[in-house]
């Protein structure tokens, strides 16, 4: 072979290289890709402190540093009215979801790290369904 002339396997592998190469990013990159779905996967649902559900209607606990925020959430359209029982610190309060089940939920502030415990509970006929307490 002359000094002229190339080597035609020389060229091949010059392709391969670069074949290898492009393969070799798009498997990290799925491989990226897939180590952030499964971190998104684990992630919890919610930054909630306490939360507690009689079927789908909720209530939840936000201890925000400078005060306790409490929500009570109506979601089913059954016409029973849902509420949340809050023992304090220093006490007892109850309020309701003011707007029924339509969007929105009802919420109170409290003092910070004020709120001991929550329970939901939605008014039926007969002895109301309550979850079960949860303590902060």
């Not at 509420?83 to 007892?92: C, E, I, Q, R």
């Not at 309060?93 to 339509?102: K, R, V, Y």
């Not at 409290?110 to 939605?122: F, K, L, P, Q, R």
């Amino acid at each position: 072979m002359s000094a002229n002339e190339t080597n035609p396997s020389e060229g091949e592998n010059k392709v391969d290289k670069r074949k290898m190469l492009r393969g070799s990013r798009r498997a990290l990159m799925v491989g990226i890709a897939a180590v952030g779905l499964s971190t998104l996967a684990i992630a919890p649902a919610s930054a909630r402190d306490v939360d507690v559900s009689q079927g789908d209607d909720y209530a939840y606990l936000d201890q925000l540093g400078s005060k306790d925020r409490v929500g009570v959430c109506d979601i089913e359209r059954d016409g029973h009215g849902v509420y949340v029982k809050v023992w304090l610190d220093n006490g007892y309060d109850e309020f309701s979801d003011g707007n029924g089940s339509a969007t929105g939920c009802s919420t109170r502030d409290y003092g910070a790290y004020s709120v001991d415990s929550i329970e939901v509970c939605e008014s039926v006929t007969g002895p109301d369904w309550c979850s079960d307490r949860k303590y902060s």
